[in-house]
């Protein structure tokens, strides 16, 4: 048992950290949100020619075999930095999905290219009625000759709008909680009925709504078996989740690094306001919320890698559910700190605030994950 | 980063749960895993067996009779005596006065104490707090003045847990009263047997006595028995305190706390169903579980890091500023948990058999005991407004 990173992790760990202070100063981020795409596809480039891309995925496709213990390392450096490449969405969701339910063909078509840089992918789960149950899933894929057609809504599907590829799923079967009847398609983005509704989110990414209307796809459409996925899609969430709590804990380490630093310099009362007991007290308690954090995400990466199903699952609700918590309290309480500056859009602490807001609510917010895992103890 | 256990582990995790199994007395056991006090004979005898083993103190260096064990090692062997319901030795001797003994101590005085230690021979207590001198420790007041081989120690500490065990006090007396604060303090090891030492009881929101003051009036002390340099005692202090902090997490008897409330919460009935269906109560149970997987997590990482070289300030304060706040708010929910039967209580000595004859269902005696004494364990080993303090100079640099 041991928390130590070994000299490759290390190497790894320092090239996204490189990156990220290169390319990703406040004012640099904040002008790649203000643009259509939302992040830059430069950037996408060097990531794929870094190897990032293929990090997960196995040697045969052209990937690297990482395990979540590399998933962690990277999605927690680039935390720091409030990253917007659609990382996370292609790799970490979309590529996953693939790699776990896919033919061998619809592998080899998809991954290689991924992990070129050369194909993005979003996943649509989320409707209207569904909150952050994964199978409370309402879309349906209705059997029409050798193919499917699928109807319905998903919402907030992040980088729903730049990606390629929509992963959807849909029910081929059950009733609407079901967990059985649930299939994953992998839907082209200009396919006739998908009607894409791009917008900007409060975090400085881009989602979209998407209505699938009588939208035909092929039998090659359908990742795995008709009816299965559900296992499939809860375990690809329960290692994205705990890649979410990753980037979280780099936010938070960073928003508490910004706002220590603001704590020593701003004087008020002829003195550093670093020096007010009552200061110091919720910055020990940030710091605190931060460093549990990070052992829970470090905690749930090493378990992950164990394959079993209800571990992992205690594992990721519970960091999700401290994750939560620390989040909304230290970007809440990093503005609260800054005073003024914390409100202004030009200064960096506002905008951890708002994706560690996010983050404590993407795949179930802290109370969601509280009654998760007291179901799973 | 790697959480699995290797055989070695395993097989390591068999033996330390044959040995509670086979050797941890069912009376200290039933005491312990109450959450009452484990009178003297019985803790003695435990730590004999503990010593038999080779167990009594296992994070000290080998030489001094540690046990060597890996990190992963001492882990397990914690979460086995939680788990088992097996009290871990007294700290004063074993982690608090012994490092200090062994890591600024003379050749004399390792040899001659720390053997006692581990054989239980010595019970010692810690006399830091004074009347005047609680968070603001510096300040003490205790004289030591020098004459001819011997200090003569006049004053008083107070706060004194268990000295009416104890035959050995590590004291902080002032030897400079004209240095700074910090640095007029000297290090003492005291007979409690010496003529001038008067014990006087303090009876606790538990009506129990745990705490106690000490009086010292002309107390000669050898010199020989000063640890490290005069006017250093500070130092060594800090060191101290520094250990107290980091053994005080306690995660397997918080553990231990929450197997229990589960339990109970399946025998407790309320609406015609039982205490396991309620929502709000399960609630705060998964929450408080939630908070001390982060802080099991956190022991561990520092624990791993420490093992890869890295020297902390003050980092592990955080453990006990966590750690004591799951032990209150898991002992509150036990009281909880209890419904009508959380109001009865009387302290241990006020009838014969109080183990095993308190009134309600059997798991009802005990968390009440538990619950009031805790209530000190944000005040203890520095208040967790101190240790606020601490982690923000020392760590945050503000």
């Known amino acids: 048992m041991d928390f130590e990173l070994s000299d490759e992790q290390t190497l790894l760990k320092d090239s996204v950290d490189r990156f990220v202070q290169e390319n990703y100063s406040p004012e640099a981020r904040l002008k ?94 989320a409707e209207t009625q569904s909150r952050f149950n994964l199978n409370d899933v309402e879309t349906t894929a209705t059997k029409s000759g050798d193919g499917y057609v699928l109807s319905g809504h998903k919402i907030v599907v992040y980088h729903g709008d730049t990606a390629d590829k929509i992963i959807v799923s849909a029910r081929t079967g059950g009733e609407s909680r079901d967990e059985a009847g649930i299939s994953l398609f992998v839907v082209d983005r200009d396919a006739d009925g998908v009607d894409i509704r791009g917008y900007k989110t409060v975090d400085g990414q881009r989602a979209a709504d998407i209505r699938f209307e009588n939208v035909k796809v092929g039998a090659n459409a359908l990742l795995g078996t008709e009816g299965e996925a559900f296992p499939i899609i809860d375990k690809v969430v329960d290692r994205a989740i705990a890649a979410l ?75 999700k559910a401290q994750v939560g918590k620390a989040a909304k309290f230290v970007g809440q309480q990093a503005v609260q700190l800054h005073g003024g500056m914390g409100m202004t859009d030009e200064y960096s602490i506002g905008h951890y605030f708002k994706r560690l807001s996010t983050l404590e609510m993407l795949f179930g917010n802290t109370d969601y994950h509280l009654n998760r895992f007291s179901a799973a103890s | 980063m ?77 979460q086995e005596f939680g788990t088992m319901g097996a009290p871990t030795p007294m700290p004063f001797g074993v982690s608090m006065v012994g490092p200090v003994i062994y890591t600024f101590g003379s050749q004399e005085q390792k040899d001659y104490y720390l053997p006692r230690i581990l054989n239980s021979e010595d019970w010692w207590c810690q006399g830091y707090s004074e009347p005047g001198s609680g968070s603001d420790l510096a300040s003490l007041q205790t004289k030591a003045v020098r004459d001819g081989d011997d200090y003569i120690v006049n ?58 003051e000490v009086f010292f009036d002309d107390v000669r002390v050898p010199v020989k028995n000063r640890v490290g340099e005069e006017n250093k005692g500070w130092t060594y202090a800090k060191f101290l305190l520094g250990n107290e902090r980091s053994t005080i997490a306690r995660v397997a008897q918080s553990k231990r706390r929450v197997n229990k409330l589960k339990e109970i919460a399946k025998t407790e009935r309320v609406d015609g169903g039982l205490l396991a269906d309620d929502k709000d109560f399960m609630r705060k149970l998964a929450q408080i579980e939630v908070d001390l997987m982060a802080l099991e997590y956190t022991e561990l990482r520092m624990l791993s890091q420490e093992a890869a070289g890295k020297r902390f300030t003050a980092e592990p304060s955080l453990l006990k500023i966590k750690g004591t706040e799951i032990q209150q708010r898991l002992t509150e929910l036990l009281v909880e948990s209890l419904g009508m039967y959380g109001a009865p209580y009387e302290a241990m000595g006020d009838y014969e058999g109080r183990n095993d004859t308190a009134p309600g269902p059997d798991y009802a005696n005990g968390p009440m005991a538990e619950h009031l004494y805790l209530r000190a364990a944000t005040i203890y080993g520095g208040t967790n407004e101190i240790q606020r303090n601490i982690i923000s100079k020392m760590v945050l640099g503000l």
């Open chain 1, 32 to 125: 790649l949100t203000e643009t259509d795409l939302g992040f830059s596809r430069d950037h996408w480039k060097t990531m794929a020619e870094l190897g990032w891309l293929g990090m997960p995925f196995s040697e045969e496709v052209g990937g690297f075999g990482g395990s979540p213990v590399d998933t962690m390392i990277m999605m927690e450096s680039m935390g720091r930095g409030l990253v917007l490449e659609p990382f996370f969405s292609t790799v970490i969701l979309g590529g996953a999905l693939v790699a776990e339910a896919g033919s061998e063909a619809q592998v080899e078509e998809i991954i290689p290219t991924l992990i070129e840089g050369n194909l993005m992918l979003a996943f649509a789960y």
């Open chain 1, 245 to 319: 709590c990753a980037e979280a804990v780099g936010a938070m380490t960073a928003a508490n690094e910004i706002t220590n630093e603001y704590l020593k310099t701003r004087k008020q009362f002829g003195i550093p306001i670093g020096k007010f007991q009552v200061l110091q007290h919720r910055m020990v308690d940030m710091y605190m919320e931060a460093e549990q954090s990070k052992s829970m995400s470090d905690m749930a990466a090493m378990k992950l890698c164990f394959d079993d199903v209800v571990e992992a699952r205690k594992a990721v609700s519970a960091t």
């Open chain 2, 2 to 78: 790697d959480l699995s256990f290797s055989d070695e582990d395993l097989a390591f995790k068999a033996e330390v749960r044959e040995f509670l199994e086979t050797k941890l007395p069912e009376d200290v056991r039933s005491y312990y895993s109450r959450g009452m006090h484990v009178p003297k004979e019985l803790q003695v005898r435990w730590q004999k067996i503990l010593h038999e083993q080779g167990w009594m103190a296992p994070a000290w260096p080998v030489e001094y009779g540690g046990t060597g064990w890996t990190v992963t090692q001492r882990y397990i062997a914690a």
């Open chain 2, 155 to 212: 004053g008083q500490k107070i706060w004194t847990s268990y000295a009416q065990h104890a035959n050995m006090i590590f004291c902080l007396v002032r030897t400079d009263s004209n240095a700074k604060a910090q640095e007029g303090i000297s290090f003492l090891l005291i007979d409690m047997n010496t003529p001038g030492i008067t014990i006087k009881p303090i009876y606790g929101i538990d009506k129990e006595n745990t705490l106690n």
